[in-house]
């Protein structure tokens, strides 16, 4: 996870509606579905769950309007959603002291949440890749067959390119740094997931993009064709405002509403 700021949060809860709406309209599916079908949970009651957010000051220290944003997201979902008085060991001695059944916390490196109960837990980058997935689906179809490239072989791509492969997708990946796509090379089959060094191809030669690098910019409008489809959970915004402009109803980007609404579900 990429460390978020303050200005990339500090709106989240009060454009929650109209990025439902947006969503809808792209996949046909709300948030709460996306996050539903992306952990495999139709079907599974949410009713009588308490959540808590734990605000964590180590490190570079809480960014402010996160564990908000965080809250907002969750009581969207309808969960009963409370940030803890306490940050730190204290805050999660307190939700394990209320009762609690799920937290959420985040430090400069990790952000997971916990279920309380159960001992089920998820980590936030797995969690995001499954939602963008389920998204990028909703809006292009099904992806069984189909190339899909994706930018960036950090922890989120890595989990993209497990999840690809289990839907019967060819992921093409690459990334500058070649340690990494060394280490690709080692853990997958090459002979269904295709690793290039960016100077062996073109973004414009692919129709499905999923781009999980932290790099603002890299895709732009020469990118992009009326068959274009970006997943695009990377902050700073991989793309720019011409690729913005010619996708249209093909984007898929938010600095934090799918990654959570995943986690939510996959945590019950």
């Known amino acids: 996870m990429t460390r978020l700021k303050e200005e990339d949060v500090t709106e989240i809860g009060n454009k929650l509606e109209e990025y439902d709406s947006y969503l809808k309209n792209l996949s046909g599916m709300s948030l709460k579905e996306i996050g539903i079908k992306a952990a495999g949970k139709e079907g599974v009651s949410q009713e009588g769950y308490q959540y808590g957010v734990v605000p964590v000051t180590a490190g570079e220290g809480e960014i402010s309007g996160f564990a908000d944003s965080v809250k907002h997201i969750l009581e969207f979902l309808n969960f009963k959603t409370e ?99 060394s280490y690709l090379r080692r853990e997958f089959d090459e002979e269904k997931l295709v690793v290039k060094e960016q100077a062996e191809l073109s973004i414009s030669d692919y129709n499905l993009l999923f781009d999980a690098t932290p790099a603002g910019n890299i895709i732009t409008g ?38 959570v609404a995943a986690m939510a579900f996959l945590v019950i």
């Open 83 to 181: 940030i803890t008085i306490k940050s730190d060991v204290a805050g999660l001695e307190e939700a394990l002291r209320l009762g609690m059944d799920v937290v959420f916390l985040a430090d400069d490196n990790k952000f997971i949440a916990k279920n309380l109960k159960n001992n089920l837990w998820v980590d936030n980058d797995q969690a995001t890749a499954l939602a963008y997935i389920t998204a990028l689906e909703g809006v292009a179809g099904a992806l069984r067959g189909r190339r899909v490239l994706v930018l960036g072989a950090g922890r989120i791509g890595c989990e993209t390119v497990r999840i690809l492969l289990d839907k019967g997708v060819c992921p093409v990946v690459t990334d500058i740094d070649k340690e990494r796509l």
């Open 222 to 259: 020469d990118d992009i064709n009326k068959n274009t489809y970006l997943a695009a959970p990377g902050i700073p915004a991989g793309f720019t405002g011409g690729a913005a402009n010619k996708l249209e109803n093909r984007l898929i980007h938010d600095p934090l509403q799918l990654g």
